[in-house]
């Protein structure tokens, strides 16, 4: 509670230096205020070309995240399952993460138009992130527990499940923390550029066209509330699928090496 | 490895070690060892360390490949092994740990078993709030009670106090069902309980012979 009070206050004074900043400069071209960030933002709401934009931005690049994660995950598994296809990979992977976002914006532009752009974008900003994170996951398997499996003749499914899973969560869950937040910055970064129909991007950019400064913070607002949202119900179906015994073993450091 | 020169095992015999050999960066861990161990029989690997006790069970259980020498007996065998190390999931309480190498085993018969080495209020918990011996058991009962051929213990009552190597050493008596048993142990008493003949280390030969 007194955390709360806290940060509450932290908070408060840190919208009321903004405010008051806003006040001081006095033309809301270059900076409004937190009260006119609400105000335009609760008169968007109303219009139905808010929620177009929302909706088809959120689609765009949700599904370039969901693809980049299924086939990361995927190439991932299969670089640790056969290493040659790990090295085979792995100029594309090195390639993907070294050349610059822009660059890549220009080129999707002219390949797939204004309107793939941001699920382009977004696949390419998560698909190494995860790749690299699943097959380090892989790779850090507890090899002792490995042999036991073969020994014992394990199946593949209870082994993937049992020593495979708890082993890649923790890479996994941090690569998605990461990625996610790239996703929404570079996919909406990539929108501003291509402009496309009914996009977040295009509206920002509308924004500064006709020097609707509240706006452009309004939806800039929007833009965090939706990356936030979107990472928290990722997170939350990912941990519940991968967390429980990631979290049963990080209390084995705790409790485990009593004597017996 | 060379297995079986045309025919799975020679008779009677649960394993025959021929002039088996294995090196480290050059430095024989052992060499030339020849062993014929019986269906049935228990016998047990007595050494100082790093005569190469455990590359030894390493290479029967397939982990390994010997530098030079074959075994006979072990194609299509399944075996059950008691690791150096506990190697139990974590995560996973005593029966489900158990249930992973072997499956086919009952619930109701499980629970069973596992109360002969443990108490009624640990069964639920993860393993990873277990003490050491209590892993060490849950270990001993999931060699014991998969369908393994074949039993390979690796210092299987380390880290048991005098009261539980008891009931440890009882319970292998009574589930071994008859199995081929080749253990390691600093204990000679261990030996002498489950009666087991000893693989004794030459150290002049770096080689392992059995106890006449």
Known sequence: MKHLAKQTGILLFWLAVWQAAAWLVGRPIFLVGPLETVQAFFRLLGQAAFWQSVVSSLGRIGTGFVLAFSLGLLCGAGAYAWPLFGEWIAPVVTMIRTIPVASFVILALIWTGADGLALVISFLVVFPMIYLHTLAGLQAADVQLLEMAEVFRIRFFPKVWHIYRPALAPYLISACKTALGMCWKSGVAAEVIGTPDHSIGEKLYMAKIFFSTDELFAWTAVVILLSGLFERLVLYVLERLMGEDSRKNRSKDAAGERKG | ?212
């Open chain 2, 1 to 212: 490895m060379r297995q079986g020169k045309g025919k799975d095992r020679i008779e009677n015999m649960a394993l025959a070690i021929h002039d088996l050999g294995k090196s480290y960066g050059g430095v024989p861990v052992f060499r030339h060892v020849e062993l014929l161990l019986e269906e049935g029989g228990v016998y047990c690997l007595r050494a100082p360390s790093g005569a190469g006790k455990t590359t030894l069970l390493r290479i029967l259980m397939g982990l390994e490949r010997p530098d030079e020498g074959w075994v006979e007996g072990l194609k299509g065998r399944r075996v059950s092994a008691v690791f150096q190390e506990d190697r139990l999931c974590p995560a996973l309480n005593a029966a489900e740990n158990i249930r992973l190498a072997n499956p086919g085993c009952s619930r109701e018969a499980l629970h069973r078993e596992l109360l002969e080495l443990l108490w009624e209020d640990s069964l639920a918990k993860p393993i990873s709030t277990f003490s050491g011996g209590m892993r060490r058991r849950v270990s001993l009962l999931r060699a014991l009670l998969s369908p393994g051929e074949l039993l390979l213990f690796d210092e299987p009552f380390n880290g048991l106090d005098d009261q539980s190597r008891q009931a440890a050493v009882d319970y292998v008596k009574k589930k071994r069902n008859g199995r081929t048993l080749l253990f390691t142990t600093h204990h000679p008493e261990e030996a002498e309980a489950l009666r087991a003949r000893c693989v004794i280390w030459e150290e002049s030969l770096k080689t392992w012979r059995l106890a006449r």
